[in-house]
């Protein structure tokens, strides 16, 4: 297991060392500079100044060189648009509400969407299993924003019972919680129950009821543990995109995370908080993959890392 993680971890590191190499090359491959927008208003000794400054004017693999160095001493440098303020620190103020709001929304993804697809494994009722694939098919078809929007408008604007701005309270979480997490609880609903009934036709199951166990026993022990590979591969890279941030659910109730943070450092073509947000992102995804895998091969020995 050793030789697996040591070897997951540098593929991981060459990823990294790839995503940050293609974002810095597309960034600067999009004429103009950081300065764009403000040049209007600059004189040229100013603009060609802090051009300089910021080491623009140099090639591009100097610059790539430079603050790669940097990046491995954990220095991700300063803000190109917020003058003076370093980016981790602005990722550090970001990220505690991006990563309560996501560890939030994927408990609540894992909870709902493992107990629906429990009861639509076993249900013979029509309308139990109607009203699940119902569910399923709103949470993928509908888009998160959508969902929060109608969220708001009910349950904030009509009926005034949630706060609709910021994480001040856990009434807050409710509803971006919900609306990211509707997604996830359609896909783990159905991964669950096909899951389980795909186990529960295996012969060791009905080995197990002829000995006289219990049905509830043969599944807790037995067949859910083997249903739920397939959530434990998709919880990993979820929860590091929940984690990261939603920035259309953050933007919409006001949530300072690290969401939106993105979105305004492409739209102010912010290369240093761009790397670094990339760079964050991409090492989230690696880690929980990793996660992922370890997870998988304790619960099932059938799994071999390799």
Partial sequence: MTKYIVKRVLFGLVTLFALATITFYLMHAIPGTPFSGEMRQLSDAIRDKLIEQYDLDKPYHVQYIKYLKNAVTGDFGTSLHRKGAQV???IGKGLPYTASLGAVSFCIAMFVGISLGLVAAFSKKPWINGTVAFIATVGVSVPSFLVALLM????????GWLPMIGLSGWKNF?????ALALGPIAMISRLVKSGLQEELRQDYVTLAKSKGTGEVTVVLRHALKNAILPVITYAGPLLATLVTGSFV??????IPGIGAEFVNSVTNRDYTLIMALTIIYGAFIIIANIATDLISAAIDPRVRLK
């Fill in 174 to 178: 409710i509803m971006p919680g919900v």
């Fill in 152 to 159: 708001m408008l009910l349950f904030g604007v009509k009926l």
């Fill in 249 to 254: 659910v953050e933007t919409m109730f006001t």
């Fill in 88 to 90: 981790m620190d602005i």
